[in-house]
């Protein structure tokens, strides 16, 4: 049995990626050290699951791949930007997501069923879909820098979600790489 760190996400359209990226360049200081995401790497993480042993891997995708077929495709569209856990101690760097239909909560509370039965141990918070643009290790001018980020205009996007990924994550010291192990795709009605 080997582990490897794993998550599940929702792939976000290149054209958002890179507007993302476009949209950092006058926030981004160099005196700063914050871990930008990739654009490539640039996600909604759906479950982070953890060490995860590699000989289940075909087993359990077979269960997640029927949760995520039993469900429609739906619309996501991209809010402002946030902070976690708050302004006064940032550490993650975000920007919201928000459903337009009731498609992703039903869909969510099913997948956790299964990870659960499958033996995962779930984050317990509640589910607030939201792309991660940085992790934040320390900032120079805290309240400048804030101020930029939060106050960023965030185009409105509308994107279709019809796929869910399963990644595998590989810390390095210049952050996560990660490698795609399975993809599911949602009902798109047809055949």
């Not at 290149?14 to 790497?41: A, H, S």
């Not at 029927?66 to 760097?93: C, E, K, M, W």
């Amino acid at each position: 049995m080997s582990e490897i760190r794993t998550f599940l996400a929702l792939p976000i359209p290149e054209q958002i990626k890179g507007y993302f990226k476009n949209m950092l360049v006058p926030i981004v200081d160099r005196q700063d050290k914050i871990n930008w995401v990739k654009p490539e790497n640039i996600h909604i993480t759906l479950n982070y699951l953890g060490e995860t042993d590699s000989d289940k891997i075909e087993e359990h995708a077979l269960r997640i791949e029927s949760v995520v077929n039993a469900f429609p495709t739906f619309q996501l569209g991209t809010t402002d930007t946030g902070i976690y856990p708050h302004a006064n101690a940032p550490r993650v760097l975000w920007v919201g997501s928000m459903p337009y239909d009731l498609t992703l909560n039903a869909f969510k509370q099913k997948l956790d069923k299964e990870l659960l039965q499958l033996g995962y141990t779930l984050d317990n918070r509640p589910f607030q879909p939201h792309i991660t643009l940085a992790r934040v290790k320390t900032i120079s001018r805290k309240s400048t820098f804030i101020h930029k980020f939060l106050s960023a205009e965030v185009r409105e996007f509308n994107f279709e979600v019809d796929t869910v990924v399963w990644m595998k994550s590989t810390l390095t010291p210049v952050g996560a790489e990660y490698e795609e192990l399975k993809s599911f795709k949602f009902n798109s009605g047809g055949q």
